[in-house]
């Protein structure tokens, strides 16, 4: 079985040299990027699984990076680094494309747990042919493309994700620590919103437009995609 092969883009030359030591130890392939324009490069030029990214770097920052390599890679799992860690901030990297959020200082073992389970939910081999639907609500996973009464619905990477989440269990209420565990695969952090902030982009998308309502409140316990109110 040939080894994941991962870009990790960081200009820190000692967290590099670690997180490369560690992540070749646990079996992966790394090529390591100083910069944005030096892992464009190598993107352009190599296929890889997985990016690690540094958020804050020189010449071109994480965000830009990440929607730099959405334009040629829909599907290819994101995680970013960074000493930032506001609602905001978060908001920011997963508007930009990436699928994970890791604060600095960087627990190794949490990193390669993000790792495994964003390489088992994205691979090619489990995209193509997919199609879900509710109601008239239509996701197909091998094009990334989602349609509601027939009309198309243009969603950044996290917001595809989260809607796949709720096709994939219609008329069930997801608590917010459900969400956070199996589309951010993370903790719930009760003191932020960022949940709530990506439930209403995807109802100005997915409801606004429409008479039919499916994605509901529930007060006090989550969400749901419902044909009820």
Known sequence: MSKDHLLLVEDDKRLSALLSRDLEEKGFSIEVARNGKQALGLFGDRTFDLVITDLMMPDMDGVTLCKEIRKKNTHIPIIMLTALGTTDDKVEGFDAG??????????????????????????????????????DLEMFMDTARVYRQGVEINLTPKEFNLLNYLLRNPEKILSREEIAKEVWNMSFDTGTNFIDVYINYLRKKVDKPFAKKLIHTRTGMGFILSQSS
Not at 101 to 111: A, G, M
Not at 117 to 135: C, H, V
């Open 98 to 135: 990436a699928d994970d959020y890791l604060v600095k200082p960087i627990d190794f073992r949490e990193l390669y747990a993000r790792i495994k389970s964003l390489l088992k939910r994205y691979r090619p081999d489990e995209l193509t042919g997919n199609q879900l639907k509710y109601a």
